[in-house]
């Protein structure tokens, strides 16, 4: 179907190799590698200790934390976890896949031992009594919950500034946002706060922050991981997404929460590959290692209204996967554009339903009132924050008699539309790319007064959670600002339930890319050592 | 999990909160809550009040009635009696102490998901199928959303514009006493949805001063909304429909349907037009109906009252609003008036996925469906039943279940709905047990009945036993043999007893030769007497009156 309203035009970028501006003065800097797998080898040769390896996380975080502010919460039972898995290690028990691994969580989604707020105060102090479905099987796998990282309130938001709470800085300079609505576990990871992070990508809330923040940012498929636990935004766009500072970490903390929940009827049970038996190292990579694979270059990501640096680095990217054997070629998505409207009315309908609960009345903020209708519209008005009642009165509306059908329905018509020209792309193509945001992250407080301008960021990413398809960010260049280089991220988007593809692509991608380092500089003379 | 839900509740004292103003506000409710409280007290007096109105109400009502018809739909609430709630694995019990029977998903916490418990489905399925309907085999949950501190997540999961069921029929039986008849009420529509919590009102317990407290133990319980065609006229046509409804739920054993306790909730919508008129009358809901007397009653006032505004014309009186049955005052109150619809913002669940059913699914369930109360009551009226009999035994399941079972032994059916009926009815109004908890099996009713029939033992011995067999169980054969009570049809037996009491009474003799024959009955009983009422008494009487009336 598409082919007969384009050309498929094969793309050549000769001589024009990936530019890194942000690179290491004296040597080439190593290709990044997994945290996960590298501590492992640590702990069990007994080479450093869980808690030596928390302890070095927790002082970074301390140092970091001033700047950055990306966590709500920091556990206070790090080091006793750790002195447990020491004391397995000692006995030489069985160890989960990700023993002593230090993870942060964006503080929507619950946590049995620590608050749970969502970035609102209409959660302030609530502490769940149960686990989220991703988080228990992270700590079964031997994870240790470092704290809950920062966010925009319910997930709404592309910045963080609109947490309840506090406002999160970019790593990479501290005057920009991190992105959001994940910004805090973005930048925690960036940071080296954390080795890996958990968000959740409600319209593009991993992706466009991993892109901020230079780190690998991954969307799993619609209903892949469990929503148990996770606080609902819009209940049908909703992922629990990975953050790692390499493909190989993104994929093995994918692996631990992947996979059918009872607790969610929603969640696929179709089997989870697996996906960490794949990464290979780089020196054993054969020169034209993604040899045959079709990708296709998403024509609407890279016109007018979209960075000039940022399309750059996209079409960078794709003479990269042509060197690594690839084909690449320019595809249109004809209704890539109704994406974004189609989102907005969806996700704030769904959440002005799924906000409804925190009326004050069986847990967190309460205003003591003279009746009833005073305690609701009290507690919310005090609770909520004004990006959220924006969403929730634009999804009122949207739902409301009279306007349904020309919103709500109109905007699900949209979103089979999105599905089917995504599934025909795919059909042509194994996999597509496009930049995860049409900018470098900008700076705090630039967007706080032009939601349009906020929103219209979304672009790149909503399409795909409209899809319910899988998509994995990772760095691929920088653009320079003013003062400092900035990373970019390329989106890679595969169909649904090819995480594997994506994440063998990917960690290729990450392996072959030379001349780049994304640590940020305040933290890269420390990790120098 | 329920320790760790303690603790939330605990960590939230927010649960209780101040409401003198609320509760003063919302009144009505207060009042629904007190009457409810005091149903046990009340329900007495209603048995009494009852006939005094069903006398003196309809003939009021037919004076006005003349050119008047009613037009009458209902909305019913059917709880199932499923082992867990609708999307949560928690029990229901009702009367449980407050909030011991929740968790994160009926208490609507961040992050908590529903899954559908596939007993609802099944349910609803039964009840589709018993009422006619047409099933939808794709069908999906749909959100319905409004703000009440007993609905937790803000809107309650049901079904809009695809319900799992439609367009069925229900065929009731009027009862002989209101003339009996045959009617056919057509069923709109059946969806599946979730139960809400419980306010719980207290009065100055605390230094708030009154309260208004949330249980939600009820909160996702699953409901089966059942609503009729408005082909309804009349109290007991409705109270009938209601009835039958009943029934049908306890056959399929989908819910207890137990109206005091909430699990069978009827809400009727009302109007009348004078008759000939093609259009419908400006509607009104009525509330707060906890029995079948209470719905026909506070129809009939209804009527009443509708029809005396139109008479007196002031039409422009009747609104859309929602009324209450006040039983202590025997009328209608109004609860609320409504300002135009409400706006549910209706849209798609999107927790759950779609639900789908199979024909081979729906044919399974078609299969196992058990005999229906309609096609009990046609089998009985062809075997030769009258209506009342019929009635009466299809009414509740487990008696048609004795009843079946004791015919199915060989019974003679005449005889067996007569025991069932008199005495073991009796008995069962005297102790206010079921037919479950008598010790009584049909086996060995039919075993009493071929007892009686053969003559192995007298009609008088049999009722002797019955109520033995009723209360302490046992065999009829073992009874028999242990109180040694085979009847006595060995002639010359009889004899010597009868020469015994002739011989013993002399003077009676003498009287009774002397004309007063009705000293037969005298002569009878001493010799049953002698006997132990073992003595057959056709026997008896022949041999007793050769013996007296034989000249010297």
Redesign the interface.
């Known amino acids: 179907m598409l082919s007969s309203v384009q050309t498929p035009r094969l793309l050549r970028f000769q001589s024009f190799s990936l530019k890194c501006l942000h690179t290491h003065p004296t040597t080439t800097p190593p290709p990044p590698h997994s945290q996960i797998l590298t501590i492992r080898k640590s702990l069990l040769s007994r080479e450093i200790s869980a808690v030596d390896l928390a302890g070095t996380f927790l002082n970074r975080l301390r140092n970091t934390e001033p700047h950055l502010k990306s966590f709500l919460y920091v556990s206070d039972v790090v080091l006793k976890e750790a002195e447990e898995i020491d004391r397995k290690i000692a006995e030489n028990e069985e160890l989960g896949p990700l023993t002593g691994v230090l993870v942060g969580v964006k503080d929507n989604i619950c946590t049995s031992d620590m608050p749970s707020t969502a970035g609102s105060k209409i959660l302030e102090n609530y502490r769940p009594p149960f686990d989220a479905t991703a988080v228990g099987r992270m700590k079964k796998c031997g994870a240790i919950v470092i704290g809950k990282t920062n966010m925009d309130e319910f997930g709404m938001g592309s910045t963080t500034e609109g947490s309840g709470y506090q406002v999160t800085a970019n790593p990479w300079d501290l005057s920009r946002v991190p992105g959001g609505s994940s910004g805090g576990s973005a930048a925690a990871v960036s940071a080296r706060q954390c080795m890996v992070s958990l968000g959740s990508d409600t319209g593009g809330s991993v992706r466009q922050p991993a892109s901020f923040c230079g780190v690998v940012g991954l969307k799993p498929t619609y209903g892949r991981v469990s929503r148990y636990g996770l606080v609902a935004y819009a209940s049908s766009l909703d992922v629990i997404g990975c953050f790692g500072s390499s493909v190989a970490d993104a994929g093995i903390l994918l692996h631990a929460i992947s996979g059918h929940d009872k607790f969610d009827a929603t969640s696929s049970k179709k089997e989870v590959p697996d996906f960490a038996s794949q990464f290979t190292a780089s020196d054993q990579l054969d020169s034209k290692p993604l040899k045959g694979l079709r990708v296709g270059l998403i024509r609407e990501t890279i016109e007018d209204g979209v960075d000039p640096d940022v399309i750059s680095s996209i079409r960078g990217a794709g003479s990269h996967l042509e060197e690594l054997g690839c084909t690449v070629t320019e595809v249109s998505l004809p209704s890539f554009s109704l994406g974004l409207p189609a989102y907005y009315i969806l996700a704030s309908s769904e959440s002005s339903s799924n906000l409804s609960r925190y009326d004050g009345i069986r847990y967190g903020k309460q205003v003591f009132a003279d009746e009833l209708n005073s305690l609701y519209g009290e507690s919310r008005a005090g609770g909520l924050g004004s990006e959220v009642k924006m969403r929730i009165l634009m999804g009122t509306y949207a739902l409301s008699a009279g306007y349904y059908d020309a919103y709500y329905k109109r905007a699900q018509q949209v979103r089979t539309l999105v599905r089917e020209s995504f599934r025909a792309a795919l059909d042509e193509n194994d996999i597509l790319i496009s930049p995860a945001a049409p900018s470098a992250a900008y700076k705090i407080g630039e967007k706080k007064n032009d939601p349009l301008s906020m929103y219209a960021g979304d672009i790149m990413t909503v399409n795909v959670n409209l899809a319910g398809l899988p998509a994995l960010v990772l760095p691929c260049g920088f653009v320079d600002s003013s003062s400092v280089a900035l990373p970019i991220g390329v989106q890679m988007i595969s169909a649904a339930f090819e995480e594997e593809k994506l994440l063998k692509v990917g960690h290729i991608f990450e392996q072959t890319l030379q001349g780049c380092s994304f640590i940020p500089p305040l933290v890269a003379d420390e990790l120098a050592c | 999990?329920a320790l760790?839900?303690l603790?939330?509740i605990q960590?939230?004292p927010?649960?209780l909160?101040?409401?003198s103003?609320?509760a003063r506000?919302?009144g009505v409710l207060y009042c629904c809550m007190r009457s409810a409280q005091t149903q046990t007290a009340t329900q007495e007096k209603e048995q009494t009040k009852l006939k005094v109105s069903t006398q003196s109400q309809p003939k009021a009502v037919d004076k006005f009635l003349k050119d008047f018809e009613a037009v009458i739909g209902i909305e019913t609430h059917v709880q199932l009696s499923t082992l867990t709630k609708a999307f949560c694995s928690c029990p229901y019990n009702y009367g449980s102490p407050p909030n011991t029977s929740v968790c994160?998903v009926c208490?609507?916490?961040?992050?908590?998901?529903?899954?559908?418990n596939s007993k609802v489905i099944e349910c609803a399925v039964r009840v589709g199928l018993a009422l006619n309907c047409k099933l939808s085999l794709n069908s999906k949950f749909d959100?319905k959303?409004y703000?009440y501190?007993d609905l937790?997540?803000?809107?309650q999961i049901s079904q809009f514009d695809i319900p799992i069921a439609s367009g069925g029929y229900l065929d009731v039986d009027l009862p002989l006493e209101y003339g009996g008849g045959h009617r056919k009420f057509g069923i709109t529509r059946v969806h599946m949805e979730e139960d809400a919590g419980k306010l719980l009102h207290t009065d100055g317990v605390d230094l708030f001063g009154s309260l208004i407290q949330?249980d939600l133990n009820r909160a996702g319980v699953p409901l089966l909304e059942i609503v009729s065609e408005p082909d309804m006229r009349t109290g007991i046509e409705a109270a009938e429909y209601a009835a039958e409804l009943q029934r049908l739920v306890r056959y399929l054993g989908v819910g207890n349907g137990n109206m005091q306790e909430g699990s069978l909730r009827c809400d009727v919508n009302i109007s009348v037009r004078p008759i000939g008129q093609l259009e419908f009358g400006t509607k009104v809901e009525i509330k707060n109906l906890n029995s079948f007397s209470s719905m026909s009653r506070a129809i009939d006032y209804e009527i009443s009252r509708q029809v005396e505004l139109h008479n007196q014309g002031q039409i422009d009186q009747i609104v859309q609003e929602t009324r209450l049955w006040e039983e202590g005052a025997q009328k209608t109150v109004t609860m609320r008036k409504k300002e135009g619809?409400a706006?549910y913002?209706?849209?798609p669940e999107?927790?759950?996925?779609g639900v789908t059913l199979t024909e081979e699914y729906v044919n399974s369930i078609r299969e196992s469906l058990p005999e229906l109360p309609e096609d009990k009551r046609r089998r009985y009226e062809k075997m030769g039943l009258s209506m009342q009999d019929v009635l009466f035994l299809a009414n509740d399941i487990n008696i048609a279940d004795f009843f079946d079972t004791t015919t199915a032994g060989g019974a003679d059916i005449k005889l067996a709905a007569n025991w069932i009926m008199g005495d073991i009815a009796a008995y069962m109004k005297n102790e206010k047990v079921t037919i479950n908890e008598i010790k009584l099996t049909p086996q060995e009713l039919g075993e009493l009945i071929a007892s009686i029939k053969d003559e192995t033992i007298s009609g008088k011995i049999g009722k002797e036993i019955l109520f033995e067999l009723i209360a302490k169980g046992g065999t009829v054969k073992g009874l028999i043999k242990e109180k040694d009570l085979v009847q006595i049809v060995d002639t010359a037996e009889i004899e010597k007893m009868v020469d015994k009491v002739i011989a013993d009474s002399p003077k009676q003799l003498e009287q009774y030769r002397g004309g007063k024959t009705k000293l037969q009955g005298y002569f009878a009983g001493q010799v049953m007497k002698e006997s132990k009422g073992k003595a057959n008494p056709k026997l008896l009487n022949k041999i007793l009156l050769e013996k007296l009336n034989a000249k010297n």
């Open positions: 999990m760790t839900f603790r939330g960590l939230n927010s649960m909160y101040p409401s103003y609320f506000k919302h994160p208490m609507g916490l961040p992050g908590a998901l529903p899954v559908l959100r959303q703000f501190p937790p997540k803000g809107y949330v619809l706006d913002r209706y849209f999107p927790d759950l996925p």
